[in-house]
């Protein structure tokens, strides 16, 4: 099993922060740095110094890192027109060399758009289904040629597709819960499918409707993930820490998380992989406890 990491830092986290991080994760071998796309924090907590935008963060995280592939878990579709979220990816991916992934979704956390006067319509998921299909048309549409969209939601007019991303495709990640129109969205553009912060039970349900709604559409398999809280330690000390650090407790860390002894944890992502998880997205919510990195990697990862 892959294990990327997965940070929050619209709880509160500068750049530098970020950028300490994820220097971390690939000097310690972690395929992955991803991190959410939202402007407002999420329960107690005044989110000091700020909300970072999720784009121009991962802009610089591209030419400061080297290996580590990066992207976002889950850009929101409510705050970027599609064509303009597709200059943006696509000049990041140049910047990194090709490291870049999109990880998209509808966008659902009123109270951010509220609160930065962003609008938030309904309808979301129709409006995801033409962004998906105005990115992934600018980026193969030939050099010299120009893209033409109209829907229900959007319209593009000799639009003329540029910049490319350096790969071809950017691999595109959906994810989420929703029975129907979800897993048929990931059978038409997805690369990957990440199911975030669910059960093993349910999360085989939903990787079964994924690989359903693909046959349906005649694509073969595609990458299938988890998103899960990391909370690990050596001892019951070293965890019971750990856990107050984030605000969480032990008991309930171990039946929603990856969390408990290096053992345990071994044996959770094990439940997850039989449940047909090739990934685990790990939500590191002390951004500041590089030794959680450093413990995974070497007592976790090699027994996956």
């Given at each position: 099993?892959?294990l990327?990491v997965?940070i ?6 500068s750049y530098?922060?970020q ?9 310690l071998g972690?395929?992955?740095f ?10 107690e907590?005044?989110?000091l110094?700020?909300p970072?935008?999720a784009?121009?963060?991962l802009a ?10 990066l ?11 599609p064509?303009?979220?597709?200059i943006q990816?696509a000049?990041?991916?140049?910047m990194s060399?090709g490291?870049?992934e999109?990880g998209?979704?509808a966008g659902?956390?009123?109270a ?8 938030f ?6 409006r995801?289904?033409?962004q998906l299909?105005i990115v992934t048309?600018?980026w193969a549409?030939?050099v010299?040629?120009t893209?033409?969209f ?8 000799d639009?003329p597709a540029?910049?490319?991303?350096a790969?071809s495709?950017?691999?595109i990640i ?5 029975p129907?129109?979800t897993?048929d969205?990931?059978?038409r ?10 059960s093993?039970a349910d999360s ?6 994924v690989?359903?709604a693909?046959?349906e559409?005649?694509r073969?398999?595609?990458v299938?993930?988890?998103a899960?809280?990391?909370c ?10 750990r856990?107050a650090?984030?605000g969480r ?13 290096p053992a345990?944890a071994?044996?959770?992502?094990g439940?997850y992989?039989?449940a047909?998880s090739?990934?685990?997205y790990?939500q590191?919510?002390d951004?500041h406890?590089?030794d ?6 070497d007592q976790?990862?090699p027994?996956?």
């Amino acid at each position: 099993m892959d294990l990327r990491v997965m940070i929050e830092p619209q709880q509160g986290a500068s750049y530098d922060t970020q950028l300490r991080l994820a220097k971390a994760a690939e000097d310690l071998g972690y395929s992955g740095f991803f991190r959410s796309d939202h402007y407002l924090a999420m329960g107690e907590g005044d989110g000091l110094p700020g909300p970072t935008d999720a784009w121009v963060t991962l802009a610089g995280l591209a030419r400061e890192t080297e290996r580590i592939r990066l992207g976002t878990m889950l850009t929101a579709g409510t705050f970027r027109p599609p064509g303009v979220l597709a200059i943006q990816v696509a000049q990041v991916d140049e910047m990194s060399g090709g490291r870049i992934e999109l990880g998209l979704g509808a966008g659902w956390f009123a109270a951010e758009h509220t609160a930065y006067g962003i609008p938030f319509p309904s309808a979301r998921i129709g409006r995801l289904a033409e962004q998906l299909e105005i990115v992934t048309g600018m980026w193969a549409t030939p050099v010299g040629s120009t893209y033409d969209f109209a829907g229900k939601y959007y319209t593009l007019t000799d639009c003329p597709a540029l910049p490319k991303p350096a790969q071809s495709p950017v691999p595109i990640i959906l994810g989420g819960l929703g029975p129907t129109r979800t897993p048929d969205l990931a059978a038409r553009f997805a690369d990957e499918f990440n199911v975030p912060f669910a059960s093993v039970a349910d999360s085989a349900a939903q990787f079964g409707r994924v690989r359903a709604a693909l046959a349906e559409h005649g694509r073969p398999e595609i990458v299938l993930s988890n998103a899960l809280v990391l909370c690990v330690g050596r001892d019951d000390a070293e965890l019971a820490r750990r856990a107050a650090a984030i605000g969480r407790e032990v008991d309930e860390l171990r039946t929603n998380g990856v969390a408990g002894s290096p053992a345990e944890a071994v044996d959770k992502l094990g439940h997850y992989a039989q449940a047909g998880s090739d990934r685990v997205y790990l939500q590191v919510l002390d951004l500041h406890d590089l030794d959680h990195l450093a413990l995974v990697a070497d007592q976790v990862r090699p027994q996956l």
